[in-house]
């Protein structure tokens, strides 16, 4: 798909796959995948698109990625402390 969209300069529609398919790893839990994705919509907006929008959009949702690990400790609670021994 990759190929096809770029042999034919068909970058929109690569960036959303891309966006869209890091969307659903974020939410599956594959939080590696997702910020793969993220980075590679994030270059194809701000390289091959020239899109301040969409690089935007997508660094928006890469911040939320990243931060998931830690919001989901957070709903945790004290649990997750580590004592020292």
Do not use: W
């Amino acid at each position: 798909m990759v190929i096809f969209n770029r042999k034919h300069q068909l970058y929109e529609d690569m960036y959303r796959c891309q966006y869209n398919l890091s969307g659903i790893y974020q939410r599956i839990g594959n939080l590696n995948h997702a910020i793969r994705l993220v980075d590679m919509a994030i270059k194809c907006a701000s390289v091959n698109m020239k899109d301040k929008l969409a690089e935007k959009e997508a660094l928006i949702l890469k911040a939320k990625v990243v931060s998931q690990p830690l919001i989901i400790g957070l709903n945790y609670g004290p649990s997750l402390i580590l004592k020292p021994t």
